[in-house]
Every structure is written in C-alpha cells, then in structure tokens.
C-alpha cells in the first residue's frame, strides 16, 4: 500500500515537472541572428553589438554567426533548411542565389503593412525584388568610387586620373616615385564576392544596362567578348606596367580596405564603409581626411557607371518563427539602429531618416563614445553625388557567374592567359549559363 507521504511527494513532482513545462513554453523562442558587423573585427563592433542587446525586446541567442560573407553563405546554404539562423545578413548576389535555392521567405506579406516602408526609396527595394517580390529588407547601400590621396597628387602635380589610360599611368608613377606606397590595388582572391564587384565597376562602363538582363527566360547575357577583353586587359596593364604590385596578386578585401587607410595605397575603388576605420588610429584618421572622392575612371568609349550594392536584411524561409522573425528584421533595420552603426561605420544608411545630419548630430551630442568627426557629411556626400551612375546587380543566381569572373581575373593577372584568350572562354562560360 502506497503511503501518503509517498503519494504527496509524486503530486509534488508532478506539479513541479508541470510549472517547469509552463515556464518553458512560456518562454518566447530564441531567434538567431547573423549579422555580418557583430562579428568581424571593426572599432565599432563592441558599441553596436551593446546597442541591440540593451533595446532588443526580442530572445535572440549571442551567437551571430560566422564572420565575412563568404563563410556566412556556405554555412547558410548547407544548414537553412534546418531553420537556422532566422535572419541573416548578405549581399544582393547572396540573396539572389538563396531566393533561387528556395532558402528565402517573401517579406510581402508583412511589408504593406510596415509603418516605415514610406523611409526606403523605390529604387534601393527595387534591387532587392525578385519577379515582383520583396526577398530583403534594405539595411545599407553605397556606389563604388575611387578613392586618392590628395596631398599625394599634389605634391606631385598629378591630376586625378579620368579615364583608364591615366589611371594605368598615374598609378604606375606613383608606385615608382612615392616612397613606400603604390599607385592602387585589385581585390583579386579566390571566392572573393569583392573581386566580382570591381570588375563589374568597370564593366558597367561599357554597358549600363549591366551584364545580364534578368526579365527573359534564362536571363540574357548583355555583355560582349569584346567588353569583357577590354576590362581585363584594364587588370593586365595596371599589373604589367607596375600600377599594381605582382605581390599584390591574391589579396583580399581586408587589404584592399585598411591598405588605403595605413597609406600603403595612393587609389582604389571601394564604398563608404572605409570611413569607420578611421577611428582604429590616428593614422588611419589623417588618411581619411586626406582623401578625395570621385568617379572611377571611365573607359574612352564608356560612360561613367559603377557598382551600386543595396546589402540586405533577409528571413530564412524555413524559420520556426516568421513573425517573431519579422520583429527581428525591424529591430536590426530600425532608424535608431541604422544611425548607430552607419555613423560609426560611414556606411549610407538606407533608411532616409537614418542619413538626415540633425539625426547624426544629435547622436554623436549623446554618446561618448564617437568622435566628432564621425559625422562626415562631406564623405558621405561625395558618394551620393554619385548616386544617379549606380547599377545593381540583376536579380539572378550569381554564384557560377562570380566563379567565372574571378577565375578570369586571375587567368589574367597571373599570366596564364592573354586578355583575349581569358575574354573568350568567360564570354563563352557566361552565355552557357541557364539563369
């Protein structure tokens, strides 16, 4: 016979066992997020990773993900159908092949009813459409321009290069004459998404209406064999005739990015998030306000054009929690949000109210933590007056086209190949593509 000490001990568990299962039900399911900024190695990183923690009002697990896009997309690709993570940061390119591989959610369903849709321009959630639908929810946004040292080519009265002829000499001479210093750099490792992008920088020169034309089915190859020959023969000389050091062959974004702030490099072609670095010393800072901002020089027989990327925001489409994700999406796209860590970064934010100077001003006024000069209107301005050359990417799977550019590039810059012979197998490689 059961005793009734034994019996009110099993009515205990039993209540405890059920107020444990309450509570943990009760709970609201963690979200995990990757988010490219809260992992890479920036002055900025610890400020906004703070931020989101303190004001999200969201269970959202610290464990943001791999750090740069290219092992964010491997990783994503091979464990999205598992519904991890729910939302994740990428590049237009990144969205186009996840939206392809069904990996993506539409953010349709929740966008007509989103009371700040009216902040983000047409043409920046256009990019991120694809046959009609929203699949991103634009979160920054920048043209590729070129970047010099100004104290550089005046004490040496040059001009800033206009076309690629001069930017092949300028950048030849400088790497002779300036001590310590060469005249510009081509991102140019392997699987490196920045390889791609400045390639097409130049490319859209020759056609602004961009490589393909996604509206037909496969999507139409816009580009020509002689197109292509005349863009890689662009990487040949600056190599060849010393604009660009062979050591530098295989270099990656970073070097690309801290090179020009530590001095190393007179010119390149990047966006505005370069600005953010200089708060990683004073060197970097005297760098920084030493540069000036202009097109990327244009082909004799081109028109000025250059890479626009719109970066989105984006909801796995196997997530447990789509409307939690949402609430996810919002939080990490918000204008307080955006105004942090674009001011902290110098990336254009993509929210309207996020780039408005009183708005950037008054944050700076209450928090101690970024330097006045973070404001940088004038940097900021010196790409937007650009604004209007911008081409994005079409709304295709890019991940066999950017295979090929890279492997042309390097063809190329290796000497494995003549610009010709590379021209024709990557015109040949991309018109095969079914996209």
Excluded: C
């Amino acid at each position: 016979m059961i005793s009734g000490r034994k019996i009110m001990l099993s009515v205990l568990v039993l209540l405890m066992v059920f107020a444990f299962t309450a509570a943990v039900e009760a709970e609201e399911p963690e979200l995990n997020l990757w988010q490219h900024e809260f992992v890479i190695d920036w002055q900025g990183r610890e400020a906004v990773v703070e931020f989101f923690e303190e004001n999200t009002e969201l269970n959202v697990s610290d464990d943001y993900g791999p750090s740069g896009f290219d092992s964010i997309e491997e990783q994503f690709i091979v464990q999205a159908r598992t519904g991890y993570p729910d939302v994740v940061e990428g590049t237009p390119e990144q969205m186009f092949s996840y939206q392809e591989a069904g990996l993506l959610k539409s953010l349709d369903e929740f966008w007509q009813d989103y009371e700040d849709r009216d902040q983000y321009p047409d043409a920046l959630l256009e990019a991120l459409e694809i046959d009609g639908e929203l699949y991103g929810l634009p979160y920054s946004h920048n043209v590729r321009m070129l970047l010099y040292r100004e104290s550089v080519f005046e004490e040496h009265d040059l001009d800033v290069p206009e076309n690629w002829e001069e930017l092949v000499e300028t950048a030849a001479y400088i790497s002779e004459n300036v001590e310590d210093m060469q005249g510009f750099i081509f991102t140019s490792e392997a699987e490196e998404v920045r390889v791609m992008q400045e390639f097409l920088t130049f490319y859209y020169q020759l056609n602004n209406d961009g490589l393909f034309e996604a509206e037909s089915d496969p999507a139409e190859l816009l580009a020509t064999q002689d197109q292509l020959e005349e863009v890689l023969t662009l990487y040949y000389d600056m190599y060849t005739e010393g604009g660009v050091d062979m050591d530098e062959r295989g270099s990656d974004w970073m070097r690309t990015d801290y090179g020009y702030t530590g001095g190393d490099f007179a010119m390149v072609t990047v966006g505005p998030w370069v600005w953010g670095h200089r708060a990683d010393d004073e060197a970097a800072a005297e760098v920084l306000d030493d540069t000036g901002i202009t097109h990327p020089p244009v082909h004799e027989e081109g028109d000025p054009a250059t890479f626009m990327e719109v970066a989105p925001m984006m909801i796995n489409a196997h997530t447990d929690h789509p409307e939690l994700s949402w609430e996810l999406l919002q939080e990490v796209t918000s204008k307080d949000f955006q105004l942090l860590i674009n001011t902290l970064s110098g990336a254009q934010a993509a929210r309207e109210d996020a780039q408005e100077q009183e708005a950037i001003e008054q944050l700076i006024a209450e928090r101690d933590d970024i330097d006045e000069d973070m404001a940088g209107d004038w940097w900021l301005a010196g790409f937007s007056e650009y604004a209007d050359i911008g081409v994005a990417p079409a709304a295709i799977s890019w991940d066999r086209v950017e295979d090929y550019i890279i492997d042309s590039v390097q063809q190329v810059i290796y000497e494995q190949q003549t610009p010709a012979e590379a021209a024709e197998e990557l015109y040949f490689n991309l018109d095969e593509l079914e996209l």
